[in-house]
């Protein structure tokens, strides 16, 4: 449960953040869309597993959760039972979310942001 609730609360501090003019929206859409995108890749490597069908390459859904897909690769594992077990599947899971966390850090930073402001 501590899980899912790390990863509600992430999104509903994105949420504040963009509302308040601290974070670009288009952030806050990259999150939501990238964590709606993983846990339905989840969701298909779920099913494939259960009906013996060709599995999503776990390099995928590693890569997904690593450009913002996180809260929804965790949310996906408590909530269908998948990819929990696997501890070298795990360590690499909680690296892509320390790892996006840190790039979202430095992004929120007066250098981040003044990086972010200079993309066309």
Not at 19 to 44: C, D, E, I
Not at 47 to 70: D, M
Not at 93 to 113: A, H, K, M, Q, R
Request: with cysteine; aromatic share 10%.
């Amino acid at each position: 449960m501590a899980v899912l609730s790390l990863a509600t609360l992430f999104i509903l501090l994105l949420t504040g953040s963009a509302l308040l003019g601290k974070l670009p929206f288009a952030a806050l859409a990259l999150y939501l869309g990238a964590s709606t995108v993983t846990f339905l890749a989840y969701w298909l490597d779920k099913s494939a597993a259960r009906n013996a069908r060709r599995r999503t390459p776990e390099n995928t859904l590693q890569l997904l959760g690593l450009i913002g897909g996180w809260p929804g690769a965790l949310i996906a594992q408590q909530v269908l039972h998948h990819k929990t077990r696997k501890l070298s599947f795990q360590i690499v899971c909680w690296t892509t979310v320390v790892l996006n966390c840190g790039f979202l850090i430095w992004l929120l930073s007066p250098s981040g942001w003044r990086t972010l402001q200079l993309l066309p």
